[in-house]
């Protein structure tokens, strides 16, 4: 009888050892479970990067600005219009552009878009220029600025477009008369632009 109590006590302790190992395994589990179901809420709640979106800057219509920067090649400038005439150039069929600002007379044989491509004499120098036509009520004139600055031919001449509107007057027939005479568009934009300025008090031209 003594042995039968005594490995009766040996089962009943095994018994509490196994049921107090099996409840910390599962008191384990279920913290880990909670620390893990924590972690992967937190990393859900977390706000996702925004995406930058780039902003798109619409350009406005041709010479609504109504203004550019150009550069004029300038032979020189005088105090009457005499001496204004009596500057030569190389080319005798058109004679260099003379544009009467505040109280002189400037000479210039080319006006271009970019300073690289004016060709300067022995005497001439490069000047910068700003061309201004927002005062001008007529759109056409108001998008002279923009023309001025065109390097595309065929928007520049239109002499195959229907499109007269938005062109300052006489323009196809001043651009089809000058290209007979020259190919350079900077000769040929600063004849167009001492002919506007010469017509219209609006278009202005400062530096």
Known sequence: MPIKKKSHA?????????GFLVGCVTIGLFALLLNWSSIRGETEKQPEALEEIPV????????????????????????????????STSDAAIPPAIFPISDKYYVWDTVDLEEGKIVKGPQSFVKKITVSTASCDQEGLKRLASLLSETDTAKFYFQDSTETVNL???????????????????????????????????????F
């Open 168 to 206: 300052p007057p006489d323009w196809k027939e001043l651009t089809a008369s000058l290209s007979t005479l020259t190919t350079d568009l900077g000769i040929q934009k600063a004849q167009l632009l001492s002919h506007y300025v010469s017509k219209n008090s609006c278009v202005k031209i400062s």
């Open 10 to 18: 040996n089962t009943t302790i095994l018994a509490l050892l196994h």
């Open 56 to 87: 798109q800057v619409e350009l406005p219509p041709d010479g609504a600005v109504g203004e550019v920067t150009l550069f004029a090649n300038q032979l020189g400038a005088f105090s009457s219009i005499e001496g204004a005439k009596s500057v």
